[in-house]
């Protein structure tokens, strides 16, 4: 599953062209190194989120509440299984949200 991250490093990699000055978040679809978190942001809905294939954590600053998703078995994120995840799971979510803060 590839997210339009993937957009811009696939177009780089394709006219085999190189930055070095830019930082992308995500790699080409080409590359076989797909991997590590991906911060997502929904100003209008007010939500920040962290994708960690295969999962998804979202969190709502509209109604203070966090949803977890496997992108995978449910990739519409209809049923979320934060009711299923560790204490320490959750947490590696909150602390990766809380980096992306402090950048």
């Known amino acids: 599953m ?4 993937d957009i811009i490093p ?3 990699d394709l006219l085999d062209e190189s930055k070095k000055d830019t930082i992308f978040v995500e790699k080409s679809i080409f590359l076989n190194n ?6 997502k942001l929904q100003p209008y809905e007010k939500q920040i989120g962290i994708v960690n294939l295969p999962f998804k954590y979202r969190y709502s600053l509209k109604t203070n509440k966090e949803y ?7 990739p519409l994120e209809n049923d979320s299984i ?3 995840l ?3 799971e ?13 950048i």
């Open 2 to 5: 590839h997210f339009q991250v």
């Open 10 to 12: 696939t177009i780089f």
């Open 34 to 39: 797909i991997g590590g978190y991906v911060l």
């Open 68 to 74: 977890v998703y496997n992108l995978e078995a449910d």
């Open 82 to 84: 934060i009711s299923t």
């Open 86 to 88: 560790g204490i320490n």
């Open 90 to 102: 959750l947490r590696e979510f909150r602390e990766q949200v809380e980096g992306f803060y402090e």
